[in-house]
Every structure is written in structure tokens, then in C-alpha cells.
């Protein structure tokens, strides 16, 4: 912390200030002032760049810094039976208001990429995720905007199949909030502050400090392709269906080869944002 001192001469006469001295008192507050703008908009860049965190294998550590990234699907944890990295009720939101259970699920497909706060405890990742290597993002805006145009372009690679970044992390790693299966009040209920569903987490997990962003799949096809997935199933909408929204979507899911553990997404080389160290150097 920097701190500034100023002084101003007072000039007094018959007791009387002078316009000097308002003068220099009023050039004060304006240096003052401007110090105190300065700092507050310091602090904002600085808290818009923190550095994260994330725990892998060596050789997946590697592939990272070369650009090439792993976004999971949020059901594939859903299907990992132990509670290291399994989550049963992973992407969606599970509260209670009085005796009633509010469950909000998705209906659209969406790929996860987790980092952790970059003070959390490394230590405790690496022996919880079994991992050697420790992975630091240090300009988290840069890597979110690399992900943007690597998913831009992988569109133009696709007929039918697109990806989307979800307007909550356009700007920024999301935190997640470990309230799932918590109570929330009536005001809460009536002002529909419920969190979004891929952020909520149990409180069991709070130790990994995570912060995530997340990735919309969906389909995007024309009249033609509805009406013959309305032949063999029903109850479709025509547009940018959501996957999983229903048995016609399904069908065209299975048409189109869609993904639905992982894919892969190549954001270019990221050494200059990224830095590694091994476990045994810690």
C-alpha cells in the first residue's frame, strides 16, 4: 500500500482565512481525489486479472500450455461413481423453500472447464485429484477471449452442431456457490434469486474453491430435418434445438454425431498467459 501526504500552508490574517488558502486546500481534495480514483480502478484491474489455478497430469498440464483444452460434459460427471470427481446431481440446482424442493435441470448440453482460486490449497488438489502438475492461468480475460474465437471457428467447421460460450462467463471465470440442498427465503423466492444451475455445488465440495466456465452445445438444423424427426418422434420445436429437450431432439442428436462426454477445443498456444510447475517442486 502507497500512501501520500499532503500538506498546505495555512495563511492567516486577523484571523481570517485567506483565498489562498481555500485555494490550495481546494487543489488538495482535487489531488486527493484523483489519488483515491486512481487506486480504486488499480484494484478493479487487478481483481479482473487474478490468476487461477488448475491441478492435472503432467502430459494433460503439457497440452494445455500448447493450447489444447478438455471441456467435459456436466452429465459425464454425473456418471463417475466415487466423490472425488463424481458429482450425482452435477448441473443442477437442488434448494428447498419451507417443505417444498425446487429442482431446476438443464435441458441443452453444456461442457464444463474448471480452475480453482489461485490461493486455494494446491497441495490438498493435487493429493485429492491424484495430480503432479499445477497449471497457472495468469490472464484468465485473455484465456476466456482465445476460447471465444476457437469456438467461432469451430461453428464455421460445423453444419449443424454449434457451440456457445453462456453469457455468464463472457467476461470471466464464474465462481461457484456451494448452496446446493440449502434453504433460501421468501424474498429470495419472490425475487427468482436462484443461482444459475452449472454453478451450484454441496457444501461438501467447497474445499476445491472452483471457479468454471461453461460451454452451450446445441443443434441448429432446418424445417426439413424437424418434420422427418417428427415422423419417427414427436414434440419438437423448429429452431436451435436445445439437446435433450426432448426424443425428436435425440433423434437428431444420434444423426449428427453430437459429443457427449468431452470434446476437445485447440485455443491456440498459451505460454505467454500460462505457467507450469510440477507437484515434487512445490
Same mark, same amino acid.
Given at each position: 500500500?502507497?500512501?501520500?501526504?499532503?500538506?498546505?500552508?495555512?495563511?492567516?490574517?486577523?484571523?481570517?482565512?485567506?483565498?489562498?488558502?481555500?485555494?490550495? *486546500?481546494? @487543489?488538495?481534495?482535487?489531488?486527493?481525489?484523483?489519488?483515491?480514483?486512481?487506486?480504486? &480502478?488499480?484494484?478493479?484491474?487487478?481483481?479482473?486479472? #487474478?490468476?487461477?489455478?488448475?491441478?492435472?497430469?503432467?502430459?494433460?498440464?503439457?497440452?494445455?500450455?500448447?493450447?489444447?483444452?478438455?471441456?467435459?460434459?456436466?452429465?459425464?460427471?454425473?456418471?463417475?461413481?466415487? +466423490?472425488?470427481?463424481?458429482? $450425482?446431481?452435477?448441473?443442477?440446482? @437442488?434448494?428447498?423453500?419451507? %417443505?417444498?424442493?425446487?429442482?431446476? +435441470?438443464?435441458?441443452?448440453?453444456?461442457?464444463?472447464?474448471?480452475?480453482?482460486?489461485?490461493?486455494?490449497?494446491?497441495?490438498?488438489?493435487? #493429493?485429492?485429484?491424484?495430480?503432479?502438475?499445477?497449471? #497457472?492461468?495468469?490472464?484468465? $480475460?485473455?484465456?476466456?477471449?482465445? !476460447?471465444?474465437?476457437?469456438?467461432?471457428?469451430?461453428? /464455421?467447421?460445423?453444419?449443424?452442431?454449434?457451440?456457445?460460450?453462456?453469457?455468464?462467463?463472457?467476461?470471466?471465470?464464474?465462481?461457484?456457490?456451494?448452496?446446493?440442498?440449502?434453504?433460501? =427465503?421468501?424474498?429470495? @423466492?419472490?425475487?427468482?434469486?436462484?443461482?444459475?444451475?452449472?454453478?451450484?455445488?454441496?457444501?461438501?465440495?467447497? /474445499?476445491?474453491?472452483?471457479? &468454471? !466456465?461453461?460451454? $452451450?452445445?446445441?443443434?441448429?438444423? %432446418?424445417?426439413?430435418?424437424?418434420? *422427418?424427426?417428427? +415422423?419417427?418422434?414427436?414434440?419438437?420445436?423448429?429452431?436451435?434445438?436445445?439437446?435433450?429437450? =426432448? %426424443?425428436?431432439?435425440?433423434?437428431?442428436?444420434?444423426?449428427?454425431?453430437?459429443?457427449?462426454?468431452?470434446?476437445?477445443?485447440? !485455443?491456440?498456444?498459451? $505460454?505467454?498467459?500460462? #505457467? @507450469?510447475?510440477?507437484?515434487?517442486?512445490?
Amino acid at each position: 500500500m502507497v500512501g501520500y501526504y499532503l500538506r498546505v500552508n495555512s495563511v492567516v490574517i486577523n484571523g481570517l482565512r485567506t483565498g489562498a488558502e481555500d485555494m490550495a *486546500q481546494k @487543489l488538495a481534495c482535487w489531488k486527493l481525489k484523483s489519488i483515491i480514483l486512481n487506486c480504486a &480502478r488499480q484494484l478493479f484491474i487487478s481483481n479482473a486479472q #487474478t490468476a487461477y489455478i488448475k491441478v492435472m497430469k503432467h502430459r494433460h498440464a503439457c497440452e494445455l500450455l500448447k493450447g489444447k483444452i478438455r471441456l467435459s460434459n456436466y452429465r459425464y460427471f454425473r456418471a463417475i461413481e466415487n +466423490d472425488t470427481r463424481g458429482d $450425482e446431481s452435477e448441473g443442477v440446482s @437442488l434448494r428447498y423453500y419451507e %417443505d417444498t424442493r425446487l429442482k431446476k +435441470d438443464s435441458i441443452n448440453d453444456h461442457f464444463l472447464f474448471s480452475v480453482s482460486e489461485n490461493n486455494a490449497n494446491a497441495a490438498f488438489l493435487l #493429493t485429492k485429484f491424484d495430480c503432479d502438475a499445477i497449471v #497457472t492461468i495468469s490472464n484468465p $480475460e485473455e484465456f476466456i477471449k482465445r !476460447i471465444i474465437k476457437a469456438l467461432k471457428m469451430k461453428n /464455421c467447421a460445423t453444419e449443424h452442431i454449434r457451440y456457445r460460450i453462456v453469457p455468464e462467463c463472457e467476461s470471466g471465470f464464474k465462481r461457484v456457490l456451494y448452496v446446493k440442498n440449502s434453504r433460501i =427465503s421468501k424474498s429470495e @423466492l419472490n425475487a427468482q434469486e436462484i443461482i444459475h444451475h452449472l454453478f451450484e455445488k454441496d457444501k461438501k465440495y467447497k /474445499c476445491e474453491r472452483e471457479f &468454471r !466456465i461453461a460451454i $452451450e452445445q446445441y443443434i441448429c438444423t %432446418d424445417h426439413e430435418d424437424i418434420q *422427418q424427426a417428427k +415422423d419417427k418422434r414427436s414434440g419438437c420445436s423448429i429452431k436451435n434445438h436445445p439437446l435433450n429437450a =426432448s %426424443d425428436c431432439v435425440e433423434c437428431l442428436a444420434r444423426k449428427y454425431q453430437v459429443c457427449d462426454e468431452a470434446f476437445y477445443l485447440d !485455443i491456440g498456444n498459451c $505460454e505467454d498467459i500460462t #505457467t @507450469l510447475r510440477l507437484a515434487c517442486d512445490l
